[in-house]
């Protein structure tokens, strides 16, 4: 036991990264806690009903700890799309047949607090900012634990002081969106095992290793440089469990996830994925498309009927840059794989065959 997982009452220092769109699921997070890990849900695209309900089905399916994850949104986050916004993708549902969203719905934030407070799921975590301090003052008194998401020292900071208890420091190595909130993305760029080691420095609660990390080798570095659990996303997005696409899934394990970029094409904020055809032929409009959520919602018809049609070459191939390092296909076994593998590093490590020199 460290002081993250007496934090959460779990058994093993390993938070399975939550993931939005759909690409979570309740079975994964169920096999992640039975595990001894803390499974995860990424809610933001869900209503408070909707909320309650996963909160509701993750206890039936675990009696153990688990977390729901939230976005805080971005000021000025546009309210509709142009119709050149839609023009612009007009190709792609021609040849998909998939009509375009005649309007931008989305969820309402206040009503997801409220929902989250009202469901009180054991853990809550953010990306994206900070949550106002009524919301936390709230989770604290029902005994929900928060944990923020800091993509630079100063985010960690910030959220230590806002009164979180952990902070899940977010290396660019990453999959999926990035949570840069104090700065643009681009000035929030750290590498992972750049991140971790300032970030333990800097703040007192405990520190969970995020991005770039799918084996045994990465938890035993991340724990070497001052974290007190890790956080996989990848690695666990690749398993059966996950809400991925069977296309996503098979993605994660060819050669060409050993190759991946930042692109707003897919939702409007800047995420780590595979490129593919989409990418690349849409690459000229990188800078112009609309912010989150307008180009979310502008996408979402046709990310749906891609993966239907096994399409990977429009859809969002969301990744980190170690999925190829992840292990076995069910979430059970490889939560087994990790531990095994981390005991064989920090054994190796411990004999000191290679730091004979130091």
Known sequence: MNRFTTLLGIDVPIVQGPFGGGLSSVDLLAAVSEGGGLGSFGAHVLTGTEI?????????????????????????????????????????????????????????????????????????????????????????????????????????????RAGFDAVVASGSDAGGHRGAFLRPVHESLVGTFSLIPQVADAVRVPVVAAGGIADGRGIAAAFALGADAVQIGTGFLATDQSGASAPHRRALRSPDARTTVLTRLFSGRPAR?????????????????PPYPAQNALMGPLRRRAAANGDAGLLNLW????????????????????????????????????????
């Open 52 to 160: 309650a309900d996963v909160v509701a089905r993750a206890r039936a399916a675990t009696e153990r700890p688990f977390a729901v994850n939230l976005w805080v949104p971005q000021p000025g986050e546009p309210t509709g799309f142009a119709d050149a916004d839609r023009d612009r993708l007009a190709r792609y549902y021609t040849e998909l047949e998939v009509a375009p969203p005649d309007s931008l719905r989305t969820p309402d934030y206040e009503e997801q607090l409220a929902a989250v407070l009202a469901a009180a799921p054991p853990c809550v975590s953010f990306v994206m900012g900070i949550p106002d301090a009524g919301f936390l003052a709230a989770a604290r008194e029902r005994g929900i634990v928060t944990l923020g998401t800091a993509t630079t020292v100063e985010e960690a900071i910030a959220l230590e």
């Open 319 to 358: 990744s980190g840059q170690a999925a190829l390092l992840a292990g076995a296909a069910d979430a059970g076994e490889y939560l087994r794989q990790l531990r095994d593998q981390t005991r064989a590093s920090v054994e190796r490590l411990n004999r000191g065959d290679d730091f004979a020199g130091f």
């Open 273 to 289: 994925g595979i490129p593919n055809r989409f990418v690349r032929e849409m690459a000229q409009h990188e800078a112009t498309v």
